[in-house]
């Protein structure tokens, strides 16, 4: 309907303005037949839903239908009490309800009101309290699994934020219900009320007024008041009825008819029994015949009930073996095994425990932490972290791999703890011997009587999910530059567009590609630096772009714009001990680059190389032996090859520029690598 809105502002409007100004008998009985109408289709409605959101605009529409019949009550109070009468529609009902008995008639008003009140309505405003209550608390364990299914790769992140938005939304609806069952109930109150005073009233005016006799009197009024009551009660009954189906529908897949007819009705066993209970009911004093035809009935229903259980079982066999073989000729279920996920951590059947929810395990929560935790660290989007379970492997073992090529593997001991000495603590504990896989520390397998020994003398205590994720966070780190690709860097640039349009669209494409940028950042991701402060990164990319488009260069520039982070990183205290390079060998690898289409390189003799990563070697253990951290800072232009030739030694050598380092920082040189 195109202008629905502007039709359904205007009958709220029309609504309110009933209550002010009469209207004729003629429309007064349209507008009754139309209210039994609506509940009517409200009731079906509610019936043929499937789940309370497919029906969220319930709680609004009380609010209107109750508006409605309080103000067709007031217009019908309004002509009984002025002219002792309220259109065809209200005496119909009450001829017919009262059948020339008022006693009786107003007996059964009152009957449906209570039954309302007391039973369905209030019964429904509890329901919708509890579910409003429960679903609010329920909300977290259900973001929860949601992050668990995101992070497992069972949903992608529109089905995670659609899931997201129906838990609000099942929150909101439920509240709104909550107070919504209010105004049914403070329309049965207001129905009450209303009928008394119509009757009282209409005694006295029929009497004094009018001139009626005693029975007179309350024979015509109460034939209207009634009249009037079961017109407004019993479309108010039905959307009642409706609002309890809504707020006690569990999830199912049907609407109410079809789980009702299949859910009491789908067990012979139950048939049978409840048909030889109603035979010995039958045979008892009590009426024979109407337990004997029920009886008959469940029978056959139990038989008809178990021939087609056994009919489906036997349908069901050679389609599922069917099923089966047509999946294995179908050359389209090769394509997703195509697909490799970027991360994959692979464990034993004895490793289980710690990625079932059910059993208290975590593991899945600890993902989530290591996501938000390198997006803190390094400013990347891990992508999913596949789990699987690999009965090839070792109970209690576990590996990790990188677009699908196994990276490294580890081992637990389930109900065990990893003990590590920090270096001092001189007393030994008892332990099996092992090694911590992340950061290759000597460490012991400790059982849960020597834990707190071990914390008390200093020891370094770890669980096993907990090694686990650190192994896989450290994992991530050092391969979060191969992690990185096209559409992960799209990503970060669109998140920094939103609020630097401008230095995008001046960057991208017109002085870089998307794929140059992406090599920029897998090199600072390569050698630990943070990402994160991407605006500082594009607005060089975008300065010195122009000068040069080798990526190379480009990151030596931003390494330098990074500075102040890049020197907080590496050196946490001050002065800080380091490598330098002599003069000579700068000279001598200035001489030996080479530059070439596809970039630049060193050029120089195997035995010269082997000398210097010699000496390298020699300056790194003395600078060890003081307990600091290896260091080597060098000339802006030398730093980056140097830094190729020292991994050939070493990967994890920390090789910084003099325009890298921030001028506050106090240096200290304890040796120099030379020729």
Not at 73 to 87: D, H, P, V
Not at 633 to 655: C, G, H, N, W
Request: hydrophobic share 50%; charged share 20%.
């Amino acid at each position: 309907m195109k202008h629905g809105d502007i039709i359904v502002a205007l009958t709220v409007i029309a609504i309110v303005i009933i209550i002010i100004i009469p209207i004729p008998l003629g429309a007064l009985d349209v507008l009754l037949s139309f209210n039994i109408s609506l509940a009517l289709l409200i009731l079906l409605i509610a019936m043929y839903t499937q789940e309370a959101l497919q029906f969220a605009i319930l709680p609004s529409i009380l609010l209107i239908t109750t508006l409605l019949r309080l103000a067709l009550n007031i217009t019908t109070t309004r002509y009984i009490l002025s002219q002792g009468t309220a259109g065809s529609v209200i005496a119909t009902f009450g001829d017919f309800v009262m059948q020339g008995n008022a006693i009786v008639g107003f007996i059964v008003f009152l009957i449906i009101v209570i039954v309302q009140f007391l039973v369905i309505t209030k019964g429904s405003e509890r329901v919708a309290e509890v579910a409003a209550r429960f679903t609010l608390d329920a909300m977290p364990g259900k973001q929860m699994a949601i992050d668990a299914d995101l992070n497992a790769g069972l949903i992608d992140d529109t089905q995670a934020r659609e899931r997201r938005i129906k838990i609000q939304k099942e929150a909101d609806f439920y509240g709104a219900m909550d107070g919504a069952s209010k105004f049914v109930k403070g329309d049965a109150i207001a129905g009450i009320i209303i009928t008394i005073i119509n009757i009282i009233a209409g005694f006295v005016i029929g009497v004094s007024i009018e001139g009626l006799d005693f029975s007179s009197a309350i024979q015509r009024y109460t034939l209207l008041t009634v009249g009037d009551g079961l017109a407004s009660q019993i479309p108010a009954l039905l959307i009642s009825t409706a609002t309890g189906i809504v707020v006690t529908r569990a999830a199912t897949d049907g609407n109410l008819g079809s789980d009702i007819i299949g859910q009491l009705f789908n067990q012979p066993k139950v048939m049978f029994l409840i048909s030889g209970v109603l035979i010995a009911l039958g045979i008892t004093p009590l009426p024979a015949l109407p337990f004997f035809f029920l009886a008959i009935i469940f029978l056959m229903l139990g038989f008809s009930l178990r021939k087609e259980l056994m009919q489906a079982e036997v349908e069901e066999m050679p389609d599922e073996i069917e099923e089966a073989a047509e999946a294995k000729r179908r050359p389209e279920n090769v394509v997703p095994l195509l697909n490799i996920d970027p991360i994959e951590l692979e464990f034993g059947y004895g490793i289980l425990p710690l990625a079932d929810a059910s059993q208290g395990g975590d593991l899945f929560d600890r993902l989530v932490m290591i996501r938000r935790q390198c997006a803190l660290e390094l400013g990347i989007i891990v992508p999913m972290i596949r789990l699987r379970d690999n009965i090839q492997l070792e109970p209690n073992q576990y590996i990790i791999k990188i677009k699908g090529v196994e990276i490294t593997a580890g081992e637990i001991i389930f109900d065990h703890y990893m003990a590590m000495n920090p270096g001092m603590v001189d007393e030994e504990i008892e332990g099996i011997d092992t090694v911590e896989p992340a950061f290759g520390l000597p460490a012991k397998w400790i059982n849960d009587e020597e834990r707190e020994k071990a914390e008390i003398l200093g020891y370094t205590v770890v669980d096993p999910p907990s090694i686990i994720a650190t192994h896989l966070t450290e994992i991530i780190k050092k391969h979060a530059f191969e992690l990185l690709g096209r559409q992960d860097v799209k990503k970060l640039i669109d998140n920094v567009k939103e609020n630097h349009p401008a230095l995008v669209e001046e960057l991208i494409p017109n002085q870089l590609g998307l794929g140059e940028v992406q090599k920029v950042l897998s090199n600072l991701l390569k050698e630990g630096v943070s990402i994160r402060n991407m605006v500082t990164i594009l607005e060089t990319l975008a300065d010195y772009s122009g000068i040069t488009r080798d990526t190379d260069m480009l990151t030596e520039y931003v390494r330098q714009s990074l500075g102040r982070a890049i020197t907080k990183q590496f050196i946490p205290s001050q002065p800080a001990k380091v490598i330098t390079i002599d003069k000579g060998l700068e000279q001598k690898i200035m001489e030996s680059i080479q530059q070439t289409e596809s970039g630049t390189y060193i050029s120089m003799e195997p035995d010269m190389i082997q000398v210097i990563l010699n000496n390298l070697s020699h300056q790194l253990e003395k600078l060890m032996s003081l307990g600091e951290q290896p260091i080597v800072i060098t000339a802006p232009i030398v730093r980056l090859y140097f830094k190729r030739l020292s991994e050939q030694l070493t990967f994890d050598l920390i090789v910084l520029s003099y325009n890298e380092v921030d001028p506050s920082v106090e240096i200290q040189s304890i040796g120099a690598v030379s020729i």
